[in-house]
């Protein structure tokens, strides 16, 4: 069994910066993508950024320039740095791991962007 626990968020205002972090631990063999979406109220989920074992990043066009994901294998922790927050950026935002083909989620933290 894997969990997945994450850590940051919170409020701050438009064009702060906020950072998240997301630790996996248990049965972690396998695991190779990690990442983040979100969920604004009353939309879907969808993708923030992902980051493979090997170091590819893959980001969401709303987000490019202004995120970054890094990754630290050892640790098994996936780190999101959120710069130049907008308002649109404001939802809880998942963690989630991949473990072979399954999709496993973080609880939830909610990011707050104030205008």
């Known amino acids: 069994q894997v969990q997945v626990v994450e850590s940051g968020g919170g409020l701050v205002q438009a064009g702060g910066s906020l950072s998240l972090s997301c630790a996996a631990s248990?049965?972690?063999?396998?695991?190779?993508?990690m990442g983040w979406y979100r969920q604004a109220p009353g939309k879907q989920r969808e993708l923030v950024a992902t980051?493979?074992?090997?170091?590819?990043?893959n980001y969401a066009d709303s987000v490019k320039g202004r995120f970054g994901i890094s990754r630290d294998n050892a640790k098994n922790t996936v780190y999101l740095q959120m710069n130049s927050l907008k308002p649109e950026d404001t939802a809880v935002y998942y963690c989630?791991?991949?473990?072979?083909?399954?999709?496993?989620w973080g609880q939830g933290t909610q990011v707050t962007v104030s205008s």
């Open positions: 989630n791991v991949r473990k072979w083909s399954r999709d496993l």
């Open positions: 248990g049965s972690i063999f396998g695991i190779n993508t």
């Open positions: 980051i493979t074992s090997g170091g590819s990043t």
